[in-house]
Nanobody, 122 residues
Framework: QVQLVESGGGLVQPGGSLRLSCAAS????????MGWYRQAPGKQRELVAQ???????RYEDSVKGRFTISRDNALNTVHLQMNSLQPEDTAVYYC????????????????WGQGTQVTVSS
């Protein structure tokens, strides 16, 4: 089994910064793409940022220039550095990982973290 544990959420003022982290553990052969999604009250869940196993990132348009996604493959960990936060960024943020499971090359499965609350308010 594979687990994703998130940390780093909290309350911050507009213009402030937060850094989210997500660590994958368990029966992992390889962690492929990893990403961050968010869901605000009354809205659909959306992809915020994603990074491939090779380190290539992509971002939702509204966060370009403000958010940076990175990963540490040795630790099976992904980070999301969020700068210049605005109230519109308030949401529950979910980590996602595409994982090749097992002790040898096998099937790929998608896993989700538990979610962490980010609130931007003065």
């Amino acid at each position: 089994q594979v687990q994703l544990v998130e940390s780093g959420g909290g309350l911050v003022q507009p213009g402030g910064s937060l850094r989210l982290s997500c660590a994958a553990s368990g029966n992992i052969f390889r962690v492929n793409a990893m990403g961050w999604y968010r869901q605000a009250p009354g809205k659909q869940r959306e992809l915020v940022a994603q990074i491939t196993s090779g380190g290539n990132p992509r971002y939702e348009d509204s966060v370009k220039g403000r958010f940076t996604i990175s990963r540490d493959n040795a630790l099976n960990t992904v980070h999301l550095q969020m700068n210049s936060l605005q109230p519109e960024d308030t949401a529950v943020y979910y980590c996602n990982a595409d994982v090749t499971v097992g002790w040898t090359s096998g099937p790929r499965k998608s896993y989700w973290g538990q979610g962490t609350q980010v609130t931007v308010s003065s």
